[in-house]
Nanobody, 125 residues
Framework: QLTLVESGGALVQPGGSLRLSCAASESRLEYYAIGWFRQAPGKEREGVSC????????VYGDSVKGRFTTSRDHAEKIVYLYMNSLKPEDTGNYSCAASSSGSICTSFPNDFMFWGRGTQVTVSS
């Protein structure tokens, strides 16, 4: 069992930036690919990013390419999502998830077996 805890969500103005963190309960995090997903009220869950276990492969959703980046710190057992140039349409609950297919990144929620509870990001003036 892998427990993931997200933090860093907040209310931010359009054009602002946030850093989300996904912390793991144990050191085995390094063997998992970690994805970030978001869901807005009334909308389907959307894949935002994924980083492979090695950190060498990173995949981003089309709506966030060029604005969001993800990285991981194996020593601290944390995966980050850096969000820049935030837009109102980025509003949603952001969750991180772990996939045992460590070297492969996908945007499909069903490929991820462990999920955090999420952190709320609201982009509004």
């Amino acid at each position: 069992q892998l427990t993931l805890v997200e933090s860093g969500g907040a209310l931010v103005q359009p054009g602002g930036s946030l850093r989300l963190s996904c912390a793991a309960s144990e050191s085995r995090l390094e063997y998992y690919a970690i994805g970030w997903f978001r869901q807005a009220p009334g909308k389907e869950r959307e894949g935002v990013s994924c980083i492979s276990s090695s950190g060498l492969t990173k995949v981003y959703g089309d709506s966030v390419k060029g604005r969001f980046t993800t990285s991981r710190d194996h020593a601290e057992k944390i995966v980050y999502l850096y969000m820049n140039s935030l837009k109102p349409e980025d509003t949603g609950n952001y969750s991180c998830a772990a996939s045992s297919s460590g070297s492969i990144c996908t945007s499909f929620p069903n490929d991820f077996m462990f999920w955090g509870r999420g952190t709320q990001v609201t982009v509004s003036s």
